[in-house]
């Protein structure tokens, strides 16, 4: 499943998938970096993304059910456009754009007074 951002981000795409709970991998026989965000202490499931474009930014979502099943094939039981899919689309979606408004909000905040830690934290003002 694609999520598109019409909206160009003053942050790196790869900081903001981060903080929607994604690590980086690599992969080693291709060299592509990618992000996954597991489900349960073990690998599988986990949700697997690409970031396919930067501007506008675009991220490719899939579900991994389990690791490939025989060697050499990439093939893996990927889910693309289930619920559950859909919904941490909506997840990430909604998590980027409020990190997007906030880096905007901070971005203003130091053109005029600095906030404090305690009220960027609690969202509070001086």
Same mark, same amino acid.
């Not at 790196?12 to 903080?19: G, I, S």
């Not at 690599?26 to 592509?32: A, E, H, I, L, V």
């Not at 986990?46 to 501007?55: G, K, M, P």
């Given at each position: 499943?694609? %999520?598109?951002? !019409?909206?160009?981000?003053? @942050? +790196?795409?790869?900081? @903001? %998938?981060?903080?929607?709970?994604?690590? #980086?991998?690599? /992969? !080693?026989?291709? $060299?592509?970096?990618?992000? %996954?965000?597991?489900?349960?202490? /073990?690998?599988?499931?986990?949700? +697997?993304?690409?970031? !396919?474009?930067? /501007?506008? @930014?675009?991220? !490719?979502? +899939?579900?991994?059910?389990?690791?490939?099943?025989?060697? $050499?094939?990439?093939?893996?039981? &990927?889910?693309?456009?289930?619920?559950? %899919?859909?919904?941490?689309? #909506?997840?990430?979606?909604?998590?980027?754009?409020?990190? $997007?408004?906030?880096? *905007?909000? *901070?971005? *203003?905040?130091?053109? &005029? *007074?600095?906030? &404090?830690?305690?009220?960027? @934290?609690?969202?509070?003002? /001086?």
């Amino acid at each position: 499943m694609k %999520v598109i951002f !019409n909206k160009k981000f003053n @942050l +790196h795409a790869d900081f @903001l %998938v981060r903080r929607c709970g994604y690590g #980086q991998i690599k /992969d !080693n026989k291709t $060299g592509q970096i990618s992000y %996954v965000r597991r489900l349960r202490s /073990d690998f599988y499931p986990r949700f +697997h993304l690409y970031i !396919n474009s930067e /501007d506008p @930014l675009i991220l !490719n979502l +899939h579900l991994d059910q389990k690791k490939a099943s025989y060697e $050499g094939y990439t093939a893996h039981g &990927g889910d693309y456009d289930s619920e559950i %899919v859909k919904q941490e689309a #909506q997840r990430i979606y909604n998590s980027i754009i409020r990190e $997007g408004k906030e880096g *905007e909000e *901070e971005k *203003e905040g130091k053109e &005029g *007074e600095e906030k &404090g830690f305690w009220a960027k @934290l609690f969202g509070k003002k /001086d």
